[in-house]
Structures are given as structure tokens and as C-alpha cells.
């Protein structure tokens, strides 16, 4: 009887091990996660931040990756977390491993290159990489990447630099007239406040304004016109109070731009027979302001300097008439082009202009010379179709300033021995154009 209680006892002992053996292993495991920190438990587990925390820790406390973190939270960034953010991993199965770093590892990005040269510029007096960029629309940070400066101070007369950017001048004028783009700063800087045509650089402006948009100190002007000139060396000539830079074909004969008095300065030019472009820049300080362009050839034929073209005058040789053809009637603002003539003896009809940049009907001439004559009485004869005058030594002798239909005009004058300046002057006014000078010894 003793030995049967003692059986059912250890069948009982039995039966309450395996049942609590089966409670044990059939009980839920207690994540180590705060209970707060739990959201959806049956489809993921999430982690509030902790002072102290960082991604790697939080991995391992959640037993999951980094990359899955930040792949499940749309991290971009290991190291940007923040206490009281809430990280969450879900249920799901493990995210893929990330690929493999690329073999050989990708170049960096190359650096940008900076665009092409548009066009080189030559540093002058006063020049600085701030106003060479506002002139040409440009950012001096683009000039000195284009030529590998590291100094924006370190630029200095004469340097050429590469602007990358195209530049385009405003046409030249070949009308006659000066194109004129007024500013109202020293520096030719930004947009010009004024744009106007000016017959000829010749200003004596006192103490006073240019315009009346632009201020009586610290302004500066740009002239631009392109110019006939014939084979030889011309000389040209600038005066001005304050500075002045001149162009000939886009490069630089003369350099005076510093604050000065009115000062003369010249520059020889070779030139070939055609168009040339000329450009004058110029500034003004403070005080009077004035500003003068002259040209004429060293040696031979030129724009006389001298009023009336008297005897006295050097600037065209004996025998020679120099040319100066006008795009309108009336010999206003300086020619369109210039040449040597031979003789005035033209026919062009109605079809044919004179020259380059001329209009076949409506345009105007004048002729200078210096001649050798004996003394006595001379008729002069001027032919022409539409308008003539005549000058012998300052002295008009014919003036028919008027439309006429080829008709032949007569003028006497009595001269002594020696050189004598004579110009003619001719206006065309539509159909026939023609004159033709000659002169004959009465006594």
C-alpha cells in the first residue's frame, strides 16, 4: 500500500514538471525595450533616443543593422540623431546587405571649367578686377578662375587677361558722327546712363555737365566711330582734363589715365588705306572737364589745322588735293572717309557713290591744296551738278551754293608768286552728281 501511494506520488511529481515545463517554454519573451518604447508590437519594434545614444549602440540593443535602421527610418546620415526621435525596425525580413562598394572606386566630380576665352583684354592705369567684370558683364571671381589668379588686388597695367565671356562693342559710327556712351561714375562702369551721336570730340565743358543726366565730376564717356583712312602714318592727338585712353584698331597708342591738368599727348600710327576703328575713353574728376581728339597724317596729306586752310599751313604738300567726304550735304561732323585726289575732276552720274559709307544721292566733299603760282590774274572755272564754293587763300571766289543742273561758274583773282591754298567745296542733291576745277592765267 505504501510502495502504491509512493508511485502515484512520483506520477504526480511527473505530470506537474512536464506541465510546468510546457508553461515555461510555451511563456512570451520580454523584449529588453521599455515598455513605453514599444508601438505595433505585433509588426515592429521601435526605440525612443537616450542622451548618449548613437546609431551603432541602438543597432545592437535592437539586434539589427545600422543599414537597416537607417534604411527602415530614411536615415541618410549615421550620425544624425536626435534624443526623443523614435527609431523603428519591423517584423519583416532582413533588409539586403548594401551593395558593394564599386571596384576601382569612382573619380571625384571634376572640378567645372570655366567657359572659353571671349576675348583678352589689356590691364590699364587705374583698372581693377571689380570694374574690368561690371564693364564687360562678367564676376571677377570668373576672371580669376579663368586665369588662374588668386588675388583679386594682383592685377597691374599691361597684364592681358582672358574675359570669359563674348563681347561684342556697339557698332562703330560710319555716319560721320562719334558714338558717345556718357557714365555717371569714372570708371566706364555698368550701362551708360546717356547714348548720343557727337559730330566731332571737342568739348570744353568748364566746371559744368555733359548732360543733364550726368553729374559735373566723376563721369567718363566712350567714343566709338570707325574711320577712312589712307596708307601712312597718322598722328593722332588727345588734350583733356582728366584722363584719356585711345584705341586704334582695338589697341592701345595712348595711356594717360590718371587725374592731370589739360595735357597734350600724341601717338603715330601706321595705318593702311580702309576703315579703322577708333575708340577715345575718357574721365573726369573733380574741377574743369574737357576733351579733344585731333588726327592728321606726319608727313603728307591731313585735316588741315589751321582755320581757312591758309598758305602758311604744312599739313597737305604742293600739288596735292586732300579729300574729305560727308554722308550728308551740309560737311557736318567729321567725313565719313578720307583720300588723296589728283585732280577734282569727277563724273559719277547717278548711280555711282564716291566711296565707302557714302550715299549716292545726298552727300557732300571738300578738297584742300597747296599750289605753286607766278603772279598775275587767274579765272578759275568750277563745273558742277548741284552746289560749289571756291576759296584761294581764305578768299571766296565762287559761290554757287545752290541746286544746279551741270552749269559752269567763272572766277577771277589776282595772286602773287609763290604757294597758294585753294578748297573747293561740293554738295550732291539727287540725279547727275559731277564737278570738275580748273584754272587758266590770264595775265
Not at 576665352?117 to 558683364?137: E, K, P
Not at 559730330?199 to 565743358?205: G, L, N, R
Not at 584742300?368 to 563745273?383: E, I, M, P, Q
Request: glycine letters at 10%.
Amino acid at each position: 500500500m505504501k510502495s502504491r501511494r509512493s508511485l502515484c506520488a512520483l506520477i504526480v511529481a511527473a505530470l506537474l514538471i512536464t506541465v510546468s515545463a510546457s508553461a515555461v517554454q510555451g511563456a512570451p519573451v520580454t523584449s529588453t525595450v521599455p515598455a513605453q518604447d514599444l508601438a505595433h508590437p505585433s509588426s515592429s519594434t521601435c526605440y525612443t533616443v537616450q542622451p548618449g545614444d548613437n546609431l551603432y549602440r541602438i543597432s545592437l540593443r535592437l539586434g539589427v543593422s545600422m543599414y537597416a535602421l537607417m534604411q527602415a527610418n530614411g536615415l541618410s546620415n549615421p550620425n544624425h540623431v536626435y534624443v526623443g526621435q523614435v527609431l523603428c525596425i519591423g517584423n519583416t525580413a532582413p533588409p539586403p546587405a548594401p551593395p558593394p562598394a564599386p571596384w576601382p572606386a569612382p573619380r571625384p566630380a571634376p572640378r567645372p571649367v570655366p567657359s572659353a576665352c571671349g576675348f583678352h583684354y589689356t590691364v590699364a592705369y587705374g583698372d581693377t578686377l571689380g570694374t574690368i567684370a561690371a564693364r564687360f558683364g562678367t564676376t571677377a571671381y570668373a576672371i580669376m578662375l579663368r586665369n588662374g589668379l588668386s588675388n583679386p588686388n594682383f592685377v597691374y597695367p599691361g597684364q592681358v587677361l582672358c574675359i570669359p565671356v563674348p563681347y561684342t562693342p556697339p557698332p562703330p559710327s560710319t555716319s560721320g558722327t562719334w558714338r558717345g556712351e556718357y557714365y555717371n561714375n569714372n570708371q566706364l562702369a555698368g550701362a551708360p546712363s546717356v547714348v548720343r551721336y557727337n559730330s566731332a570730340i571737342d568739348f570744353d565743358w568748364g566746371l559744368g555737365s555733359p548732360h543733364p543726366q550726368i553729374c559735373a565730376d566723376n563721369f567718363s564717356v566712350r567714343w566709338t566711330r570707325k574711320l577712312w583712312l589712307n596708307t601712312g602714318t597718322w598722328r593722332f592727338t588727345t588734350t583733356t582734363d582728366d584722363g584719356a585712353r585711345l584705341y586704334v584698331d582695338d589697341v592701345l597708342v595712348i595711356d594717360q589715365w590718371h587725374e592731370q591738368p589739360a595735357t597734350t599727348y600724341t601717338a603715330d600710327v601706321p595705318l593702311s588705306a580702309g576703315y579703322h576703328t577708333v575708340r577715345m575713353e575718357y574721365f573726369e574728376l573733380t574741377g574743369p572737364a574737357l576733351a579733344h581728339l585731333s588726327w592728321g597724317l606726319v608727313g603728307g596729306f591731313g585735316p588741315c589745322p589751321t582755320p581757312g586752310f591758309l598758305t602758311a599751313s604744312p599739313c597737305a604738300p604742293t600739288g596735292t588735293w586732300f579729300g574729305e567726304y560727308y554722308n550728308n550735304m551740309f560737311l557736318a561732323g567729321g567725313p565719313t572717309f578720307t583720300r588723296t585726289d589728283a585732280a577734282v575732276d569727277f563724273d559719277w552720274g547717278r548711280t555711282t557713290p564716291p566711296g565707302p559709307g557714302v550715299e549716292k544721292y545726298l552727300w557732300s566733299a571738300r578738297w584742300r591744296g597747296n599750289f605753286y603760282l607766278t603772279g598775275g590774274t587767274y579765272r578759275f572755272h568750277v563745273l558742277v551738278d548741284d552746289g560749289a564754293r571756291l576759296f584761294v587763300d581764305g578768299k571766296i571766289v565762287i559761290d554757287r551754293w545752290v541746286d544746279n543742273p551741270g552749269v559752269e561758274f567763272l572766277g577771277d583773282k589776282h595772286l602773287s608768286t609763290g604757294n597758294h591754298a585753294i578748297k573747293v567745296e561740293y554738295y550732291q542733291k539727287g540725279y547727275d552728281a559731277k564737278i570738275k576745277l580748273w584754272w587758266e592765267k590770264l595775265n
